[in-house]
């Protein structure tokens, strides 16, 4: 399956880059780095509300999705169920940062803004945040027991379907976004 490539790089983070590069990767600059992307994306929360309500309707769905998961894992293995909640805890919270930060490419791919968070990127948001979830059952799965190991190979299937869903769904419904040409390769790879 091929992608299409990346969107170029904005004239601002051409510009943060370039400053960085300047500073020689010192912490200063790097300060600077996070402090301007920061403002940058809060300025762009800020002009796009309905675009982040629906963004944050999808992460809502991949918290309950997820909590869900890891109490059904819970019931079959207790003794590694907090663990997997904690560290589940820290990727969601990192996928939510990673995509609140880039509400800013809910754009079509002719540049223009999108009105809220769209099926195919709410698909890839899904995977991303759902897939450690699939690593611990996974190494393990010839000794779990059956249901568990039954429910992981039949979740893992949507999630690729969910793969060719969003795709086929972005080209159908005229819902590509720069966010979706980066966000789906990088589920892709997760």
């Not at 969107?7 to 880059?17: C, I, K, M, R």
């Not at 992460?59 to 019931?75: D, N």
């Not at 809910?106 to 099926?119: I, T, Y």
Request: charge should be positive; charged fraction near 15%.
């Amino acid at each position: 399956m091929s992608h299409r490539p990346p969107p170029p790089l904005s004239e601002f983070t051409v510009e943060l880059v370039a400053e960085l590069q300047e500073s020689g990767g010192s912490v200063a600059g790097w300060r600077r780095f996070f402090a301007r992307s920061w403002a940058k994306s809060a300025e762009q929360m800020r002009e796009a509300p309905s675009v982040v309500r629906s963004c944050a309707r999808w992460l809502g769905a991949l918290t309950v999705i997820g909590a869900a998961l890891l109490a059904a894992a819970a019931w079959q293995n207790p003794r590694d169920a907090g663990w997997a909640a904690v560290i589940w805890a820290a990727w969601l919270a990192g996928v939510a940062a990673y995509v609140l930060l880039h509400v800013g490419l809910v754009r079509g791919l002719d540049g223009a803004p999108r009105q809220r968070f769209l099926v195919p990127n709410g698909l890839s948001t899904l995977r991303l945040g759902l897939a450690p979830l699939f690593a611990g059952p996974l190494v393990g799965l010839g000794s779990a027991p059956a249901g568990l190991r039954y429910g992981t190979v039949g979740l893992l299937a949507a999630l690729v379907l969910s793969d060719l869903m969003d795709g086929w769904w972005a080209r159908r419904f005229d819902a590509a976004t720069d966010m979706g040409r980066t966000l789906d390769p990088l589920a892709d790879l997760v």
